[in-house]
T-cell receptor
Framework: DTGVSQNPRHKITKRGQNVTFRCDPI?????LYWYRQTLGQGPEFLTY????????KSRLLSDRFSAERPKGSFSTLEIQRTEQGDSAMYLC???????????????FGPGTRLTVL | AQSVSQHNHHVILSEAASLELGCNYS??????LFWYVQYPGQHLQLLLK??????LVKGIKGFEAEFIKSKFSFNLRKPSVQWSDTAEYFC??????????????FGKGTKLSVKP
């Protein structure tokens, strides 16, 4: 169990550029979540995958955001035409379905800190 | 909509003092409750969780939390804090119903500083 990994750890970009982040969950974990955390706030849910299917998206996830999880393994989160308001820590978490809704333990990665200049 | 409130933004204690961090949630249905901790420079880690049964749950490092359904609260406690408990603590809930996907709703967090 090597834990959830995220790359890159830091990303600085100029407004209007596209960025892509990667998350590698704990192997065998079938659920994967993306969250965003801004300064002074707790993490906010963005989207959720069960295996390769994206099952839920928050209204925070504008049409400039897209996430994929091909083959149910790693996931990518892409932000197109970045804005300064996108500056935040982007967190990935994974869990193994226990069969009972909401009782999984989510294991978090270290996050990718995005700075949009 | 569900929400989580953490009463204290920053708590400063001396070593050996007792700790209680407040957490209240708003949701009318059944919830699952969590406390996560983030030590300086590290990622979020689970401290403890409550799904059902005994409302007093024990977690790692001597922490415990009590679920009081009538008060919609899930306060975190530790009888005697150590300098190594300096961290940010987040309370989180997930709804427990058929359509829920288990995403967590977090509070804003409480920073705990323990003076040696």
């Amino acid at each position: 169990d090597t834990g959830v990994s995220q790359n890159p750890r830091h990303k600085i970009t100029k407004r209007g550029q596209n960025v892509t982040f990667r998350c590698d969950p704990i192997s065998e974990h079938n659920r994967l979540y993306w969250y965003r955390q801004t300064l002074g706030q707790g993490p906010e849910f963005l989207t959720y995958f069960q295996n390769e299917a994206q099952l839920e998206k928050s209204r925070l996830l504008s049409d400039r955001f897209s996430a994929e999880r091909p083959k149910g393994s790693f996931s990518t989160l892409e932000i197109q035409r970045t804005e300064q308001g996108d500056s935040a820590m982007y967190l990935c978490a994974s869990s193994l379905s226990s069969g009972t809704t909401g009782t999984d333990t989510q294991y978090f990665g270290p996050g990718t800190r995005l700075t949009v200049l | 909509a569900q929400s989580v409130s953490q009463h204290n933004h920053h708590v400063i204690l001396s070593e050996a003092a007792s700790l209680e961090l407040g957490c209240n949630y708003s949701y009318g249905g059944t919830v699952n409750l969590f406390w996560y901790v983030q030590y300086p420079g590290q990622h979020l880690q689970l401290l403890l969780k409550y799904f059902s049964g005994d409302p007093l749950v024990k977690g790692i490092k001597g922490f415990e939390a009590e679920f009081i359904k009538s008060k919609f609260s899930f306060n975190l406690r530790k009888p005697s804090v150590q300098w190594s408990d300096t961290a940010e603590y987040f309370c989180a809930v997930s709804a427990n119903y058929g359509g829920s996907q288990g995403n967590l709703i977090f509070g804003k967090g409480t920073k705990l500083s323990v003076k040696p």
